[in-house]
């Protein structure tokens, strides 16, 4: 659980960082007839809030031949490609290749440029940057899916989620660090905020579903609406319990 003997610190801690995340290289998308801003970003691995932000959307109405900017990577067709060749190299069906592109037969020619949707834009060329709410790489989702295995092993789904979601929702304001791992390792005055980093179990390994948590808080799935704290209902702290509550699984408690 998050340690609560240095809490009442950040009510005094004047370190503020502003939230900044990578710039994602913007593809063109023009929608087609059935495509809603959801289905938008099942195929381009974001989510409405992104794209409306992206797009400064007022309402969650678009409209066929309407261009939209995505977060995605692009691909320049080389010598002895096919688009099959492309789909499987990347990862992806060859239907979503067709459907990102709009392109329905199987010519295609050197030079000539292709969007890879489920993909984002690489920040560099070790670790390949993916954007959900906030932007995180593989290293950034397996750690966020070991702290969920650590504090909620054995708690339903919900409360898995929720754990996930408080660090997002950390990495998102400007009163804690801006990234996962800043986050989570963070420490106040000498104390971790999340004793499984303290106690060493942090380091096991996450299972699916764990990961599928941490996966979802990453796409936008908050069950707690903005929380930023949790803790065990045993505890006595009073300053924890003072905090409004907005949600309860089972023993877990999460507050604003």
């Given amino acids: ?36 801003l959801y289905t938008v970003g099942k195929l381009f691995n974001t989510n409405t809030y992104t794209l409306k932000g992206d797009n400064r959307l007022s309402s969650d109405i678009i ?10 990577k692009d691909y320049t067709v080389k010598s002895g490609d096919t688009l099959y060749l492309i789909a499987k190299n990347n990862g992806i069906s060859l239907n979503f290749l067709r459907k990102a592109n709009n392109y329905w037969t199987d010519y295609i020619y050197p030079g000539q440029k292709l969007i890879i949707p489920g993909t984002s834009y690489s920040v560099n060329s070790t670790s390949q940057t993916h954007y959900g709410v906030i932007p995180y790489t593989d290293s950034d989702l397996d ?6 295995h650590a504090e909620a092993q054995g708690e339903p789904y919900k409360a898995k989620a929720a754990v996930a979601a408080v660090v ?8 804690w660090p801006n990234t996962i ?23 096991q390994a996450a299972t699916s579903e764990d990961r599928q948590a941490a996966l979802d808080a990453l796409n936008g799935y908050d069950p707690t609406n903005g929380a930023q704290f949790y803790f065990d209902d045993s505890t006595k702290n009073t300053w924890l319990w003072s905090k409004p ?6 023993n877990m408690v999460f507050s604003y």
């Fill in 181 to 203: 791992r800043d986050v989570i390792y963070q420490r106040i005055n000498g104390y971790y905020q999340f004793s499984p980093v303290l106690n060493g179990m942090i380091n």
């Fill in 245 to 250: 509550v907005a949600l309860r699984v089972d």
């Fill in 1 to 36: 659980m998050i340690n609560s003997k240095n809490l009442k610190v950040l009510l005094f801690t004047a370190a503020i960082t502003l939230f900044s995340a990578h710039s994602a290289k913007a593809a063109d998308y023009t929608v087609s007839s059935g495509d809603s």
């Fill in 168 to 175: 997002v929702n950390r990495v998102q304001s400007s009163a």
């Fill in 143 to 148: 750690l966020l899916a070991r702290l969920v």
């Fill in 63 to 72: 409209y066929p031949g309407q261009v939209l900017n995505v977060r995605a």
